[in-house]
């Protein structure tokens, strides 16, 4: 981005009048100019309003300024210098007051809306709100802006102001569009016809800025013009701009504007947005190009090194220089990929080098794992997580990543489950927009392109084996399979990648139905098909025919991109002289391909990506360490907490034992190859830290992972734990544990044990382990289990036996400071569980929306029932359902009450520690044309809750929640009776009911 620093406002700094004289010059109002590197046309007006004086310090306007820059919109930043409020601490920028001029109003700490005449606000705004817009249209040519993509946001009290008074302002000088975002606006506002579009976005928990907002709103609606109005509530106080839970944020706020501005038409993407200007360059280049070249743009190959490193020997720049090479996958480095740029730039047309590389959960600050994380339920968290990645990415010369993983998996035997986000479909699709939108962004130098897969259905390979059959009804695949894939195509994802499994009885990668008729034709998506390593070679396995036509197949069903099966470089050209393909298919795909590089930047400069000095400015930095770590904190899920065992106190003997006590490798979890692990430190380094000087730490690793030396090299694949003696393991940790007052035990599966081809039959938790743990708890000492997993594992027995047991997963490169943040209270622990986890393997696969069965049994039946929907030695429902998840404290839920459309409960927090609570919303259609399942979810709200508050939670029952795919494949709300269902988990033992009829 390119904005001023605040030593160079003087050069764009632009004095407006004010309608009272004031006492010195420094106390006039100015304009700073924010220009974006790669403009897309749009400016926005910044008018900050008074309450910024004390709220967040660090929402100010060059954030948002530096924000909008990202996605190539000009900022204009109107401020007031007035130097009214105290200057916080280390704070250098000059402190803002309200742009409705204290001057008209006499209480400068008071809301100006309750103290000043609305006429003389509105005057005094509108003045400056046209002389901003007009100083904008006049320079507009110099500083690339469309005179009619011209916008107004405001903040705070100010801000309503604000909006208020642009509508005063002569037609000449109206802006185009409107934001605001929590500004009252109390004052009779007149609202021509002509209106631009208008969105708010406010919280309820201010009773006027809720209410004068609503009355713009409405007022925006009787003339007839396009407004928006989002309200969200959680804030702890009138005055808090960035509450821990409960209500938006700026930084997403500020997102969720990005997308209503994109949707309005007023911006695109900075690089794409003209698509003439786009098919121009493209008609022009692929005229110039050779079959063979264009082919190469579709071929993907392996690098030389998932590390930074020489390629001087590489075949690969030869086949770049020859044209016969677009895209590379898993190198990394600055230096590196500049070498594979210059090979690019030696070829005959020039054409710039894709790379892409598997950033799953982090680059080098690496978060939880991807279930671990939906774990959160925190949609701005894990937003920020995939923004954080794309930026260390981009800094090290990857511009495209194969992730979001969205696929949506069942049965927990399936090692590939750690990589997507459980079992939920609508859970699903939340997660899966936020990540396209944090890895993505509008496409600026700290973004990259997102890649989702796998599409599609690999989740429900049979058996839970990877690579497996897939077999199941369209029904089913859109109602419960499709929903997240088609919801990051919508999002706007730039690429999408086949699964290896079949569909319909033919393989993802060839099936055209899948990728043209579904993908392309009813989602509406434009960007390229790549597929995954290989999968056009393993057609032939399938019985389709050999390379040759495998790779027909596979062009033809709509894939662009071939991944190193070499199927379209070495055969396609002899397919084309054959009839069995066209140039049109070819072109097409080339063009695909072509589109997203120019997309990227990469044809304006092949060396976007490229800068050496932000390997040290932008990789593995504090605040990204601080975001992984609090995030991990989130994604930890208490299962038990027996007579209140946990949080531990910070002091006595602890026994820290376990094969994950002090096992580095390993901390960051499955699908992490850039992860930097000596970086990272161990549970047993991060508690010793922890309780320096408070209690002591005696560490030993008690057991290995199993006692079968070949599976725990199997599951170790490249992050080996030597496999040690295990009775003297055992030896050493009874010594410890008879001299501890505490016993934990970091325990479960090393990394590698799940993920790609990571396939589990048996789910148990392994049986040395659990020799330990009886050993141990012969002690009579508490002992508390940490259990590690990249999925949902057995854990009967350890319920049965261990008093306390937190799910931690794989936390990444901050794991280990953020278990003991947990463990010993520092934070709360508030992870909800985002998949089934069983009685026994047997019951996989395992999920709570279920169909119903003409022979039904209760969910918690205790007793076996002959002749019903049962097994005889054990229970249908789960250990720990979904959305299940303890906390330090408790919370209890009152009965549902309906307001129309709208479902509401009131949540108190009736335990001793401040805490956070997922509340989640289930609704069951009664009756309709298909067996529908006996609930899904369909909303969930996260809110902060002090000891003994309270607080009314609602959920507006749309339309879209009610419908469904029938057996036509029509998306329907069918009339009739939905029972609606709040509360803590799916269980219906925990949940509250109430009827709802549509009519």
């Not at 700290?446 to 429900?460: D, I, P, R, T």
């Not at 002090?946 to 009610?962: A, N, Q, R, W, Y």
Request: overall charge negative.
């Amino acid at each position: 981005m390119l904005f001023l620093p605040m030593a160079a406002w003087a050069q764009k700094q632009y004095f407006l009048p004010t309608v009272t004289p004031l006492d010195d010059e420094k106390d006039r109002p100015m304009i700073e100019v924010y220009l974006p590197q790669q403009p897309n046309g749009c400016a926005v007006v910044l008018c900050p309003g008074g309450a910024m004086r004390w709220l967040s310090w660090e929402s100010d306007v060059v954030k948002m300024a530096s924000f909008l820059n990202e996605h190539g919109i000009a900022a204009i930043g109107l401020r007031y210098h007035l130097n009214k409020a105290p200057m916080p601490q280390g704070m250098k920028m000059p402190p803002m007051v309200d742009v409705t001029h204290p001057e008209a109003f006499p209480q400068a700490d008071a809301n100006p809306m309750h103290t000043a005449s609305g006429d003389s606000i509105i005057q005094l705004a509108a003045q400056d709100a046209k002389a901003a817009i007009r100083m904008v249209r006049e320079h507009a040519d110099e500083w690339h802006i469309s005179k009619d993509k011209i916008g107004f946001l405001g903040f705070s009290a100010g801000g309503g102001v604000a909006i208020a008074a642009t509508m005063s302002a002569d037609s000449m000088e109206r802006p185009n569009f409107l934001c605001t975002n929590f500004g009252p606006s109390l004052m009779p506002v007149t609202v021509p016809q002509d209106a631009p579009p208008l969105l708010i976005m406010t919280r309820v928990d201010h009773p006027n800025v809720a209410a004068g907002l609503v009355a713009l709103f409405m007022e925006w609606k009787k003339a007839g013009a396009n407004a928006e109005l989002h309200m969200y509530g959680d804030g702890k106080g009138p005055y808090e701009l960035m509450p821990r839970t409960g209500e938006t944020t700026t930084e997403t706020w500020s997102s969720q504007m990005i997308h209503w501005l994109k949707a309005k038409g007023f911006i695109g993407n900075s690089l794409a947005q003209d698509q003439k200007k786009m098919n121009a360059f493209i008609d022009q280049l692929m005229s110039k190009m050779t079959v063979e070249e264009k082919l190469g743009q579709m071929n993907l190959l392996p690098g030389t090194s998932a590390t930074t490193g020489e390629l001087k020997d590489s075949p690969l720049l030869s086949l770049i220089e020859q044209g016969k090479l677009g895209t590379v996958l898993n190198q990394t480095g600055v230096e590196g990929i500049r070498q594979l740029q210059d090979a690019a730039k030696r070829s005959r047309l020039g054409i710039p080098v894709l790379v892409g590389m598997d950033v799953i959960h982090g680059y080098e600050t690496i978060f939880p794992i991807p279930l671990g994380m939906s774990c959160s339920w925190d949609l701005e968290a894990i937003e920020q997580a995939a923004r954080i990645a794309a930026k260390e990415a981009t800094a090290d010369g990857i511009c495209w990543t194969y992730s979001p993983m969205v696929d949506i998996a069942l049965d927990a035997r399936w090692g590939r489950i750690a990589e997507g986000n459980g079992e939920d479909p609508f859970l699903g699709s939340r997660i899966a927009e936020a990540l396209v939108r944090g890895y993505q962004g509008n496409y600026g130098p700290e973004n990259m392109m997102a890649c989702v897969k796998h599409y599609a259905l690999y989740g429900g390979a049979e058996a839970g084996r990877d690579y497996n059959t897939v077999d199941m009804s369209h029904v089913r695949m859109y109602n419960q399979y499709f929903p997240p894939y088609e919801a990051a195509a919508k999002a706007g994802a730039g690429s999408v990648m086949t699964s290896f499994n079949i569909v319909d009885y033919t393989p993802a990668t060839a099936n055209k139905w899948l990728i043209d008729d579904v993908l392309r034709k009813q989602w509406g998506w434009d960007g390229f098909v790549v597929t995954d390593y290989g999968s056009i070679a393993e057609i032939t396995k399938h019985g389709l025919g050999d390379l040759q036509q495998a790779s027909v197949l596979a062009l033809k069903a709509g894939t662009d991109m071939d991944m190193c099966a070499e199927g379209f470089i070495k055969t396609l050209e002899q397919s084309l002289k054959e009839g069995k393909v066209t140039m049109a298919e070819i072109d097409q795909a080339c063009r695909r391909v072509l589109e997203a590089k120019y997309i990227l930047g990469l044809f304006e400069n092949p060396y976007r990506f490229l800068d050496p000095k932000r390997r040290d400015t932008d990789i593995y930095t504090p605040e990204h360490r601080q975001a992984a770590r609090q995030l991990a904190t989130e994604s930890f899920v208490l299962l038990k907490n027996e007579n209140g065992l946990l949080p531990l106190k910070k002091q006595g003997k602890i026994a820290l034992i376990g094969p994950m006590a002090d096992n580095r490798i390993n901390m960051a979890g499955t699908w992490a190859p850039t992860a930097t692990n000596e970086r990272y430190a161990t549970l047993k380094e991060a508690m010793e830290k922890a309780l320096a000087g408070k209690a002591t730490v005696s560490y030993v690793q008690g057991c290995n992972f199993t006692s079968d030396s070949t599976i725990q090299k199997d599951g170790g694949f490249y992050r080996q734990t030597p496999f040690k003696d295990a009775e003297q393991l055992k030896r050493e940790a009874l010594q410890i544990a008879r001299d501890a007052d505490v016993i934990v035990c970091a325990m479960g599966e090393s990394a590698e044990m799940s993920g790609e081809c990571s396939s589990r039959a048996m789910l148990e938790i392994f049986d040395n382990q659990r020799k330990l743990l009886e050993a141990l708890l012969e002690l009579g000492k508490p002992l508390v289990v940490l259990n590690f997993a990249g999925r949902p594992t057995v854990l009967t027995w350890e319920n049965s036996h261990v008093p306390a047991i937190l799910q931690v997963w794989f936390g990444g490169s901050e794991a280990g400071d953020a278990i003991c943040d947990v463990l010993f209270g520092d934070k709360v622990p508030c992870g909800k569980l985002t998949t089934s986890m069983p009685q026994a393997t047997g019951q996989e696969p395992l999920y709570y929306n279920y169909l119903p069965t003409g022979r039904p049994v209760g969910e918690d039946l205790d007793s076996f029932t002959k002749f019903a929907s049962n097994y005889f030695d054990v229970r249908n429902d789960p250990l720990f359902p979904f959305g299940f998840g303890l906390s330090y404290t408790t919370f209890e839920y009152s009965n549902i009450r309906l307001d129309g459309r709208k479902a509401s409960v009131t949540v108190t927090n009736t335990g001793d520690y401040d805490g956070d609570e997922i509340v989640q919303l289930y609704i069951h259609d009664v009756v309709a044309s298909i067996t529908r399942p006996v609930k899904e979810l369909k909303g969930f709200q996260r809110i902060h809750l002090k000891k003994g508050e309270s607080k009314e939670v609602t959920f507006e029952i749309t339309d879209d929640l009610l419908k469904f795919y029938n057996s036509s494949l029509d998306y329907v709300l069918e009339p009739g009776d939905f029972e609606i269902m709040i509360g803590p988990d799916s269980s219906l033992k925990h949940l509250k009911k109430a009827l709802m009829t549509v009519d």
